[in-house]
């Protein structure tokens, strides 16, 4: 069973930086797959950010020029690096990936960007 766990979720001011991590159960190295989603109430979930496993990105029209997502293979984590945060980025991360045409997400973590 793949398990998916994020951390790095939390408070902070409008302007600041997060850093999310996600820790995978597996070797990540050969999973073509892995992004961030979010969904903030009452609206659908929605793409972050993208990467594949030749380090290819794509990331969702919110995210381009402040996100950042990486992947570490070593570690089996993949990571997403926000800065300028705004209000409406509030909403719960979640971690993806698609493993031999099954999905996988975490949990989530809660990232509420509020003075």
């Known amino acids: 069973q793949v398990q998916l766990v994020e951390s790095g979720g939390g408070l902070v001011q409008p302007g600041g930086s997060l850093r999310l991590s996600c820790a995978a159960s597996?070797?990540?190295?050969?999973?073509?797959?892995l992004a961030w989603y979010r969904q903030a109430p009452g609206k659908p979930r929605e793409l972050v950010a993208g990467?594949?496993?030749?380090?290819?990105?794509n990331y969702g029209a919110s995210a381009k020029g402040r996100f950042t997502i990486s992947r570490d293979n070593a570690k089996n984590t993949v990571s997403l690096q926000m800065n300028s945060l705004k209000p409406e980025d509030t909403a719960v991360y979640y971690c993806y990936a698609f493993i031999n045409s099954h999905d996988y997400w975490g949990q989530g973590t809660q990232v509420t960007v509020s003075s």
């Open positions: 597996v070797s990540i190295f050969s999973i073509n797959v």
């Open positions: 990467i594949t496993s030749s380090d290819i990105t």
